[in-house]
Structures are given as structure tokens and as C-alpha cells.
């Protein structure tokens, strides 16, 4: 009988069994990585929260959220655990080991400074970084942001929707949904990133033109907030050790598959929301780690 053969492409379960090293008894927050999330300008600072939330629930250390807004909170009530910072207080922090911009961030002035200053740390302290939301669509608007994005060191994953992505390219978002692995790889090359393109059959490509397709997930992600979630994810399993293009591929698995197991569970996929999710992730990271 002829054994059945795995595309080797497909993100399945298998394949992450043994990704996530185990925690030593004697671990600690600060060895356990230290998380910045950098956004939420006016009216946006839930999608910082949420980014924040799904790294604090996926196994960070430490976790900081950082607001453009003039009325950012100086505590998340429902989750104190996360540390707020102004931007500006970010610079202080020496044991940040992944920093993600773009949650809420908002196209102003202030967003682009920060951004560039992201961007064009010295080398040797240059952080791997996470770029979504509206980092991206400043990257697609302003020619010298790509350039610096293009010039780091530091790896960078850059997570868009198809939206996102074809501003990036100049193409409409429909070529993008019929060419995923083709814009995936695109995106890669032109900006030298790791390009997690969201959707369905969400696609991780590389500058080295390998890639992979993601076979968990369901429409209970088509809520606001969840690619905020996946966002934070990546950012946290980046802190905690994992090479990022690890982090990107376990990321989008290990969010699928909250998905999956909430819709399985009877709740959704109508209605799913995007704190549900993060709490499952939980549930996944630590089914799929060594500890214990």
C-alpha cells in the first residue's frame, strides 16, 4: 500500500510539535520575552489592546502597549497586566525583544516619525519587528518608508489583507485574492520581509521565494480585531525565541486553529469575536509546546 504523501507547502498540526522550546522550571518574565505594541491613535486604541492581549495570552513575559491617543488609558482594566507606555517611553525600555507598529496607528504626522524611527535604528540594536494596519498603508503612500523598510537588517514580517497588500503593489485587491501565493512572494522579494498575507489559505512567503499555505481557520475570522490578534501572536512568539519565520508560520496556524476549535466547540462561526479567539490561542500554543 502507497503512503499517502503530505505537500510539504501545507501548514498542518505536525509540523509544529516540537517548534516551541520547553520553559525551564526556574523561567521568569524576563526570559519568557519582553513585547511592544505600537499604535492606537484616536478612536483605534482597542486594536493595540487586542494585539497586546493576544501577546500577553500567548506566552510573553512582558507585555507594553504604547498610544498615539491623547486619551490613552493608563491601565487596561480588564487585563493589568500589560504595562502602558507613551511611544516616546519606548526608547527607555533596554529588554524589548519584539517590537509590532501599525494597530490603530493612524496616518499622521506623528504615525510616519514613528514609524522612521522605528525603521532606522543603529545597527546591532535593531529589533525584529511586525508590521501591520496602517504602517503598512504609510509604507504603500510614502517612497522613503519602503526604502528604510527595504534597507533593515532585522528581519521584519509584514501581516496585510489583500487590501493592505495590493496598495503595497499598486494592484487591485481582486488580483490580489486570485494570485495569493504570487502577491505573498511578491511582497517578500520587493520589500525583504517574511509576507504573511491574510485570507483564506493565508499564505507565509519568503525573499528566498520559498513559501507555505495555512490550512487552519474559518469564516468566524471575518471579525473586526482579529488580525490585530494576529498580530500580537506573531510579535509574542518572536520575543519568546522563535526565528520569525517560525513565528509567522506557527502564528497563522495557531490562530486558524482557535478558530477552528471555538466553531467546533458550538460557539460561532457567526458572532465569534475577537477577544474569544485570543483566549483559545491559549489553549492551542500550550496543546502544541514541550512544557510539562
Known sequence: MVKEQVNPRLLIESMFSNVLPPRPRDAHKGSCGSVAIIG??????????????????????????????????????CHPEIMMRSPAALVHLSQLDCVAIGPGLGRSVAAIELLIFWLTQ??????????????????????????????????????????????LLGVSAEFVRANHIETALELAKKFNVISMLKGADSVCAYPDGNYFINTSGNPALASGGTGDVLTGLITSLIAQGLAPMDAAKLGVFAHGQAADNLVASGVGPRGVVASEVLLEVRNVINRLSTDG
Open 122 to 167: 543603529p545597527v546591532g540594536q535593531e529589533l525584529p519587528m511586525v508590521l501591520d494596519a496602517d504602517a503598512l498603508n504609510l509604507i504603500a503612500e510614502h517612497a522613503h518608508l519602503a526604502d528604510l523598510l527595504k534597507k533593515r537588517l532585522a528581519e521584519t514580517v509584514i501581516t496585510p489583507h489583500a487590501g493592505e497588500a495590493a496598495r
Open 40 to 77: 492606537g491613535d484616536e478612536s483605534m486604541m482597542g486594536a493595540v489592546l487586542l494585539a497586546a492581549r493576544a501577546a500577553l495570552f500567548s506566552g510573553a513575559g512582558r507585555v507594553y502597549a504604547a498610544m498615539l491617543s491623547k486619551n490613552a488609558p493608563s491601565v487596561d482594566v
